[in-house]
């Protein structure tokens, strides 16, 4: 079975643009989760999608978003670049339900640099 | 609030040296416990995983065994390797509509001399 996909791997923008970094589960897996990893602040979740819903959610602020599609791929977005947005953004796929809902597989993350 | 505690690092080993690295978690309700290990430049990779009182999780010989009493859930290892070198992070998954939500700790990172 394919792990999970992230794209791209590496980003780097300037302050105040918008970014959209892709994800693609394991294959039968309908939840999306996504973390922000900074050297400060550590792993942080940021939300989780099952079956196209948003169903938890961190704290951060709006200008994070993200969707989830027929097919389970996610897609997030960050809107109006700040300098403290650069971090590994990870994306973990799970069944999503049954007792292994909460077992998470991750992929390899997306760099983000915001100059 | 849920969170998870481990102890500082780096810790630094030789070869075949015993490994514990501390793991503490505060929780409502009936928790999963989890370590992940995340080598350079990569993702996080599940190393084992734990999901009621007492179960011991396994791996790669890293165990790992889920104390309620003490509310701690520490990594073990018999004899490291210089493979072993990476960032462990214990986490927990709380059971109640947050299926999808990890709470991690801060991280360890080993290092292990030949």
């Known amino acids: 079975k394919a792990g999970v996909t992230q794209t791209p791997r590496y980003l780097i923008k300037t302050r105040g643009q918008q970014v959209t970094l892709s994800c693609s589960p394991i294959?039968?897996?309908?939840?999306v989760s996504w973390y922000q990893q900074t050297p400060g602040q550590g792993l942080q979740f940021l939300f989780e999608?099952?079956?196209?819903?948003?169903?938890n959610k961190g704290n951060f602020p709006g200008r994070f978003s993200g969707r989830q599609f027929s097919n389970s791929r996610s897609e997030m977005n960050v809107s109006t670049l700040e300098l403290g947005d650069s971090a590994l953004y990870l994306c973990?796929?799970?069944?999503?339900?049954?007792?292994?809902?909460?077992?998470?597989?991750f992929g390899p993350g997306t760099r983000l640099t915001v100059l | 609030g849920d969170s998870v505690t481990q102890m500082e690092g780096p810790v630094t080993l030789s070869e075949e040296a015993f490994l514990t690295i501390n793991c503490t978690y505060t929780?409502?309700?009936?928790?999963?416990l989890f370590w992940y290990v995340q080598y350079p430049g990569e993702g996080l990779q599940l190393l084992l995983k734990?999901?009621?009182?007492?179960d011991k999780g396994s791996n790669k010989g890293f165990e790992a065994t889920y104390r309620k009493e003490t509310t701690s859930f520490h990594l073990e290892k018999g004899s490291v390797q210089v493979s072993d070198s990476a960032v462990y992070f214990c986490?927990?998954?709380?059971?109640?509509?947050?299926?999808?939500?990890?709470?991690f700790g801060q991280g360890t990172e080993l290092s292990v001399k030949p």
């Open positions: 929780a409502t309700g009936y928790p999963s």
């Open positions: 986490a927990l998954s709380v059971e109640y509509n947050q299926g999808g939500k990890l709470i």
């Open positions: 973990a796929s799970s069944q999503g339900t049954g007792s292994s809902y909460n077992e998470q597989f």
């Open positions: 999608y099952f079956s196209e819903t948003q169903r």
């Open positions: 734990a999901t009621k009182a007492d």
């Open positions: 294959s039968g897996h309908r939840s």
